[in-house]
């Protein structure tokens, strides 16, 4: 079992920055691929980004350019660094580790973007 714990989301205005951390119960990221996904209101959840045990990040074209992914081994976390945002960035943001076919998601942390 995993547990996964996210943090850092709040409210932010248009163009500002947040970082959202995740947290593992124990050390995975040597095999697990971490990603981060989003759900906003009335809409699918979607993969937003990801990282891999070995080999390249990936970004949904939404987000391309502003967010970026990166994990510290030692502290067996994870993070998504969030910079212009945008309104459309509102959502339920959720942390998940995968291993084929084993996966865990986090409870999920709030971002909202409003002036």
């Known amino acids: 079992q995993v547990q996964l714990v996210e943090s850092g989301g709040g409210l932010v205005q248009p163009g500002g920055s947040l970082t959202l951390s995740c947290a593992a119960s124990?050390?995975?990221?040597?095999?697990?691929?971490m990603g981060w996904f989003r759900q906003a209101a009335g809409k699918q959840r979607e993969l937003v980004a990801r990282i891999p045990s070995g080999g390249s990040t990936f970004y949904a074209d939404s987000v391309k350019g502003r967010f970026t992914i990166s994990k510290d081994n030692a502290k067996n976390t994870v993070y998504l660094q969030m910079n212009s945002l945008k309104p459309e960035d509102t959502a339920v943001y959720y942390c998940?580790?995968?291993?084929?076919?084993?996966?865990?998601w986090g409870q999920g942390t709030q971002v909202t973007v409003s002036s």
């Open positions: 998940r580790a995968t291993f084929g076919l084993s996966y865990y």
């Open positions: 124990r050390d995975i990221f040597s095999i697990y691929t």
